[in-house]
């Protein structure tokens, strides 16, 4: 009754440390959400809800990377606390993670493609560097 009782309590809560970058803030909410899953039955409504509150912090945060709007400190944070709402979710809703997947699996694709295209780049203008370095020698 008493988690029935704060659950407004807690969504707002969870709202407004959606954007929080203090990784005590994270991990404090972290096991605020593993606390309330544990005490809260599933045929409960506002177990329903907080679940919807979750949902719509980590479409936020994934939302961002997929849209290619990770521009502000705000939505770095979204990102890194969807993770980690996704990551204390696994241990009890594992279904719920698994809805992620595929939208998992392509962020991580695009990061892929980015990473091996920074290290493409990097790897050309070195051998441009030791290009030009040789060119120098030979012309002394």
Do not use: W
Not at 75 to 84: C, F, K, T, V, W
Not at 87 to 116: C, M, N, W
């Amino acid at each position: 009754r008493t988690v029935a009782a704060n659950s407004n309590s807690v969504r707002m809560l969870l709202e407004s440390c959606r954007q929080c970058e203090s990784p005590k803030v994270v991990d404090a909410v972290g096991r605020l959400i593993s606390k309330y899953l544990a005490l809260s039955p599933d045929t409960e409504p506002h177990t329903a809800q907080f679940l919807k509150t979750l949902h719509e912090g980590v479409e936020k945060g994934l939302m961002s990377v997929s849209a290619n709007q990770v521009t502000a400190r705000v939505d770095r944070a979204q990102i890194h606390n969807a993770e980690r709402i996704l990551l204390t979710l696994a241990e009890r809703k594992p279904d719920v993670v698994d809805g992620y997947a595929s939208t998992l699996v392509k962020i991580v694709q695009k990061f892929t493609r980015e990473h091996l295209s920074h290290m493409v780049q990097a790897r050309q203008g070195q051998r441009q560097q030791e290009q030009v370095a040789e060119d120098v020698v030979e012309s002394t």
